[in-house]
């Protein structure tokens, strides 16, 4: 069966670095897309990143543009978001969402992100 | 990309229909017959109700229907449940592996 798995959340101050992982089974890993979705304290859900199958191009949304880094292990079958400079207002579940097509069929459970002094 | 707008929020009694609607534009829910619509419970992550804008996922109760016109796409609740009060989301295809998902419903039912 398929299974998502985030990892790597936690407290952070403001201006420091964390990196969250997405273990993947259940699919082959390395023909998808795959996505980290967030959301903010009593928030919507925000399309944060995208890599590509072969993690040969990604996507980032505008908030999170230059500060954080997606990328992809096809051995591992394990994605992971690299986010520096980390702000009061990147406070969020961040979730790993995966679909074989045009919608998000799949779901971890989500990880906490917290930055805070 | 600019969220989907959706109602803050919407309620009903046990057994009415509720219907939410999604409005984007002609470069998302207008130029793709890929809207999805997500129940999210407290505490839980979304669970996907609506794909390809009308199709149920198994399990998915047929009370639970999804339409679009043009820009804008809806959901409607058929013989509301106590259960169905929860968050709902759209989420339209936007190109390129990328998605945008809309600002979010409370359903409440009374």
């Known amino acids: 069966q398929v299974q998502v798995v985030e990892s790597g959340g936690g407290v952070v101050q403001p201006g420091r670095s964390l990196r969250l992982s997405c273990a993947a089974s259940?699919?082959?890993?390395?023909?998808?897309?795959m996505h980290w979705v967030r959301q903010a304290p009593g928030k919507g859900l925000e399309c944060v990143a995208i890599?590509?199958?072969?993690?040969?191009?990604?996507y980032y949304g505008d908030p999170v543009k230059g500060r954080f880094t997606i990328s992809r292990d096809n051995s591992k079958n394990t994605m992971y978001l690299q986010m520096n400079s980390l702000r009061a207002e990147d406070t969020a579940i961040y979730y790993c969402?995966?679909?074989?097509?045009?919608?998000?069929?799949?779901w971890g459970q989500g990880t906490l992100v917290t930055v805070s002094s | 990309q600019s969220a989907l707008t959706q109602p803050r929020s919407v309620s009903g009694s046990p057994g009415q229909s509720v219907t939410i609607s999604c409005t984007g534009t002609?470069?998302?829910?207008?130029?793709?017959?890929?809207v999805s619509w997500y129940q999210q419970c407290p505490g839980k992550a979304p669970k996907v109700i609506i794909f390809d804008v009308s199709r149920r996922p198994s399990g998915v109760p047929d009370r639970f229907s999804g339409s679009k016109s043009g820009n804008t796409a809806s959901l409607t609740i058929s013989g509301l449940q106590a259960e169905d009060e929860a968050h709902y989301y759209c989420?339209?295809?936007?190109?390129?592996?990328?998605?945008?998902f809309g600002s979010g419903t409370e359903v409440t039912v009374l």
């Open positions: 989420c339209s295809f936007v190109g390129g592996f990328n998605f945008v």
């Open positions: 890599i590509w199958p072969d993690g040969s191009n990604e």
């Open positions: 259940g699919f082959t890993f390395s023909r998808y897309p």
């Open positions: 002609s470069s998302d829910i207008g130029a793709y017959n890929y």
């Open positions: 969402a995966w679909g074989p097509l045009f919608y998000f069929e799949y």
